[in-house]
C-alpha cells in the first residue's frame, strides 16, 4: 500500500478492501470514502507476544487499525515524514517515530544488541539497562517520523557510516552496529560536552538521518 507524499509533513494512502495498515493514534488528519478506525490491542502483526514486548520495553506506542474503502491522510505534530520501502527486508526503527505503515508487514521488537534499538543502546550504555526496538519486516511500505528533514544515507560493505545517535531515525538491510565513545567528538563540533557516542553501521542497507537532535 504505497504512500503518496503530498508535502513534507502530510502523506496519503489509499485503503482497499481486505487489506488494512496501521497507523500512530491522532495521526489521521482527513479521509474519503467508507474508512474505519478501531484501536489495535493485538501488536500489529507481530502478535500479543509483540504488544508484550513492547510494553515491557516502555515502547508500547499506541496503534489504530484502518481499514475500508477510501484513502486516509496522515500526519502528526507537523513532523516531516518519510516513506520507506522494504522489499522482503527488516527496518528497525524506534517505535514512536512510526506514523503509519502497511498491515501486510510483520511487526516484532529485537532486545538491545548488535541489532537492537540504537537510542536503546545509547540509553543501555547510559544506565546499563538493555530495551526493545521496533521491526518491520515483509514487503510494504512505512511512513517515518522526523525533525527538520531526512536524508537516506547508503551503507555499502568496506565503507562504514558514523551518525550521530541523536540524529539517528532507522535503518535497513544487513547491517551491523556498533556503539563507541568518543572523548571531545562532539565538543570538536560545537554539541554538548564531555563523553560522546558516535554509532558505526557496516554492511549493506541504508540509514535514515534527520536534521537535528531533537526527540519526537
Known sequence: ???????????????VPGQRMYSQRGA?????????????????????MSMIGRRVANEATPLMTVEGNGTVMFGHGGHHIQVINLAGDTLYVE?????????????????????????????GQVTGQGLFTTTLKGHGAVAVMAHGGVIELPIVPGREVHVDPQAYVAHHGDVRNKLSTALGW??????????????????SGAVYVQASEEKL
Do not use: H, W
Open 28 to 48: 489521521m488528519l482527513a479521509y474519503r470514502g467508507d474508512v474505519s478506525f478501531t484501536p489495535n490491542i493485538q501488536g500489529g502483526q507481530g502478535g500479543v
Open 1 to 15: 500500500m504505497p504512500f503518496r507524499e503530498i508535502n513534507s509533513k502530510m502523506v496519503e494512502a489509499t485503503v
Open 186 to 203: 562532539r565538543d570538536m563540533v560545537g554539541r554538548g560536552s564531555g563523553e560522546a557516542f558516535q554509532l558505526e553501521l557496516s554492511g
Open 95 to 123: 517505535a514512536d517515530r512510526l506514523l503509519a505503515f502497511d498491515g501486510t508487514l510483520q511487526q516484532g521488537t529485537m532486545f538491545m544488541g548488535s541489532q537492537g534499538g540504537v537510542m536503546g543502546m545509547v540509553r
